[in-house]
């Protein structure tokens, strides 16, 4: 809806729309797949959420996207305490 009062994660227009057309916004605009954010790269984020359907290294509103990479559908290993 490209209102900046809001980030990508609580916009209800994104939300609705068919998560193949989600990840295909994300990805043309560089958007980090975790936080759904540009400037970085998921790597890079520390945003510390995970997808509440899978426990993946991707952001909820993404899962199930064909395109996602496998290493982000993986479940993410929970922080070691030291």
């Avoid at 984020?45 to 996207?65: E, I, K």
């Avoid at 290493?71 to 929970?78: G, I, R, S």
Wanted: hydrophobic share 30%.
């Amino acid at each position: 809806c490209d209102n900046e009062k809001h980030p990508l994660h609580a916009c209800k227009k994104f939300a609705e729309l068919e998560i193949e057309d989600r990840w295909e916004y994300c990805f043309e605009r560089g958007l980090c797949l975790k936080c759904l954010r540009g400037g970085h790269k998921v790597e890079d984020c520390t945003f510390v959420a995970r997808c509440r359907s899978c426990s993946g290294g991707h952001n909820t509103l993404l899962h199930g996207a064909k395109n996602m990479p496998e290493d982000l559908k993986q479940p993410v290993e929970a922080e070691r305490q030291a």
